[in-house]
């Protein structure tokens, strides 16, 4: 279970990103109905996040106070590779900087790298972010999604400890 109960703050536009708890199921669940018309997740997808040991699930949260964005990365139950498993802004708060706000929020939290993500073949705006924030494309999953889309694997590697950029 995450422990991280910290929050920030973007001064300069009232955005704050939280650790999200199971009372913001529903809302998540609303929110990735917006943000992934063909692939939301379920509620028991999204519960299986919160009971995971090893997930960090952030909340991204607008200044009127509506959930704006999601993510959750980690070790899916402790085991095997780090994954940012979602990721997601509200398309009214799209191409602000907040998706690679919450990215480096994600990355924050992750001690040990590297990172793994799979994204649609098609989906050129999170592959231009990942590719802006040092993640490259290792494999292909041929018709990984049900539609018969390919699915990019990009993975990035974290600084050794004590290295800073
Ligand atoms: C992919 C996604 C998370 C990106 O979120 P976002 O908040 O729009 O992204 P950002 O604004 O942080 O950055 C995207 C790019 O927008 C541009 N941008 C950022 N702020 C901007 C602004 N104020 N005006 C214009 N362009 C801007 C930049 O090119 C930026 O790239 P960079 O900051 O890495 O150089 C979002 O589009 C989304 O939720 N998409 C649907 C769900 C999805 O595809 N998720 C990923 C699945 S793998």
Redesign the pocket.
């Known amino acids: 279970m995450t422990v991280d109960t910290g929050s920030r703050v973007n001064a300069n536009a009232g955005y704050g990103i939280r650790r999200a708890t199971l009372f913001d199921l529903l809302a998540i669940r609303w929110l990735e109905k917006q943000?992934?018309p063909h692939d939301a997740y379920g509620l028991i997808e999204i519960l299986v996040l919160f009971v995971s040991p090893g997930m960090h699930n952030l909340k991204l949260i607008a200044p009127d106070g509506a959930l704006a964005?999601f993510a959750a990365a980690g070790k899916l139950f402790g085991l095997g590779r780090t994954w940012?498993v979602?990721?997601?802004?509200?398309p009214d708060?799209?191409?602000?900087?907040?998706?690679?706000?919450?990215?480096a929020e994600c990355e924050a939290r992750i001690t040990t790298g590297p990172i793994y993500?799979?994204?649609?073949r098609s989906?050129a705006?999170?592959q231009?972010?990942y590719l802006?924030?040092g993640y490259r494309e290792f494999h292909v999953r041929r018709g990984y999604y049900p539609n018969g889309e390919d699915g990019i694997e990009m993975r990035k590697d974290l600084d050794p400890p004590g290295i800073q950029r």
């Open positions: 943000v992934f964005g940012i979602t990721i997601g802004i509200h708060h799209q191409r602000r900087g907040l998706g690679r706000w919450l990215l993500l799979t994204v649609r989906n705006r999170a231009d972010l802006r924030n």
